[in-house]
């Protein structure tokens, strides 16, 4: 508004006071106190009210202006401070990034004395001391990380240090602490699996992994149900030992169901039939399953069966289908040839021992019985070569395993890798 508007309307605001106070001679009689009486006239008082209210408006738009001015100047005084910081922090993780671990640190130790709760510098600190394998200085920074904010992501760091400093108990119950918040987050229902498989808590493994099976990605889902039929396979094993074999069976059954080519699960439904003493039953799971996978575990299963129940025939012919469908196997080859020498079907034998020979020319048992085969013939020349062989190279008389997951040697068939923990990788 211009000044000589205002005048103007100060002008005529006088004259319309004037004309009123000429038309309205009236006096009000206004007491204060007990002596303070004043008679004024109406206008005056109409006039007075009207300048007092204007001014007491005026005062409080002076004083709601000057307090967003303030309120605006310490926002801009923040946004300046707060950019500085930025920058600084931002030149750390450059720093970091750009593998400079000590110029990263000299960085966010240069922003945490300006800003000592400063969330993200503690947490760039804590995976610089995880990296150089200081845990605990990594638990310290991600801790006061997590002061500044409880995210997933700090949680989930404080987790990790409390597992690398083997403080599991401290670990999980921060793991559950993410899982309250969200259900479904896939690596921490990862971490409470492992963690809890380690320490053999399988009961609660078994409810983490059913709901990792229904979250995680359609194509990752067939490696997860590897996992179900495993912690299925061991809470049936834990079940079996304990004379529960029908609760183990329902479980070895659960595994299957999971992963139908679940090894373990195939020799342990067995073993629980024959706990509950239904051997016809037993022998009736270790065939279905042996023809799908001629195993070794199951077909030393069922020979054992078959011996205590005198039919020769049937091992012969269990081993020889075994051999015949994988004929460029070594392991089935030699299985075959003990079984015959077993039965002193010599001839047979030496011949299955001369072809797995070729393939496996180190293997020690088949040495020693080609020695007793040549015993048995009179050739002890022979029979004593053999022998010296299998001596020199034998550390079992099992066909050797390997895990397919880590590539550890196993001396027999393992139902669990004693190297990495997988199940169902122990393979001739």
């Given amino acids: 508004m211009s000044v000589r508007l205002g005048l103007l309307l100060a002008l005529l605001f006088a004259a319309l006071v004037a004309y009123l106070t000429a038309l309205n001679a009236t006096h009000v009689r206004l007491a204060l106190g007990g002596d303070w009486v004043y008679e004024l006239p109406l206008m005056a008082l109409v006039v007075g009210a009207f300048v007092a209210g204007a001014c007491l408006a005026l005062a409080l738009t002076v004083l709601r202006d000057l307090g967003r001015s303030f309120r605006d100047h310490a926002l801009a005084r923040r946004a300046r401070r707060d950019e500085s910081l930025q920058e600084i922090y931002y030149r750390g993780l450059g720093a970091q990034l750009a593998g400079r671990s000590e110029d990263a640190a000299n960085a966010y130790g ?24 200081d845990h605990e200085a990594a638990l310290e920074h991600h801790l006061e990380a997590m002061r500044a904010g409880e995210r997933p992501d700090t949680l989930l760091a404080v987790a990790l240090d409390y597992h690398s400093a083997g403080r599991v108990d401290e670990a999980l119950a921060t793991y559950h602490r993410i899982l309250q918040r969200d259900r479904t987050h896939p690596a921490t229902l990862r971490a409470v699996r492992d963690l809890t498989v380690k320490r053999g808590r ?6 983490v992994q059913e709901r990792l099976v229904e979250v995680v990605p359609e194509a990752e889902r067939p490696q997860q149900l590897e996992w179900l039929a495993g912690i299925q396979y061991e809470i049936g094993k834990g079940l079996l030992a304990e004379g529960r074999a029908e609760e183990a069976l329902s479980r070895f059954k659960e595994s299957l169901k999971a992963d139908r080519g679940f090894l373990p699960a195939q020799v342990g439904i067995g073993d629980a039939y024959v706990k509950v003493g239904d051997q016809r039953e037993a022998i009736r799971a270790w065939e279905r399953a042996a023809e799908a996978n001629p195993a070794l575990v199951l077909l030393r299963r069922l020979e054992q069966t078959y011996r205590v129940e005198g039919r020769p025939s049937r091992m012969i012919s269990l081993h020889a ?16 040839g003990r079984v015959y020498f077993e039965l002193e079907m010599l001839d047979e034998a030496a011949e299955q021992f001369q072809k797995v020979e070729v393939r496996a020319p180190d293997f020690a048992p088949l040495h020693a019985y080609l020695g007793a085969i040549f015993e048995h013939r009179g050739q002890s020349a022979e ?46």
């Avoid at 399988?202 to 409810?207: D, H, M, N, P, Q």
Wanted: charged share 25%; with cysteine; hydrophobic share 40%.
């Fill in 321 to 336: 289908a075994a051999a015949a469908r994988a004929p460029h196997d070594p392991a089935l080859a030699f299985e075959l």
């Fill in 383 to 428: 029979a004593f070569q053999e022998y010296r062989r299998a001596l020199t190279l034998t550390r079992s008389f099992e066909w050797p395993h390997r895990c397919a997951a880590c590539g550890i040697g196993h001396a027999q068939w393992q139902d669990r890798c004693s190297g990495c923990g997988r199940w169902n990788t122990s393979q001739p």
């Fill in 202 to 207: 399988w009961a609660e493994a078994l409810s």
């Fill in 110 to 133: 240069e922003l945490l004395a300006r800003d000592p709760g400063f969330g993200d510098a503690h947490a760039r600190l804590g995976e610089l001391a995880r990296a150089r394998g």
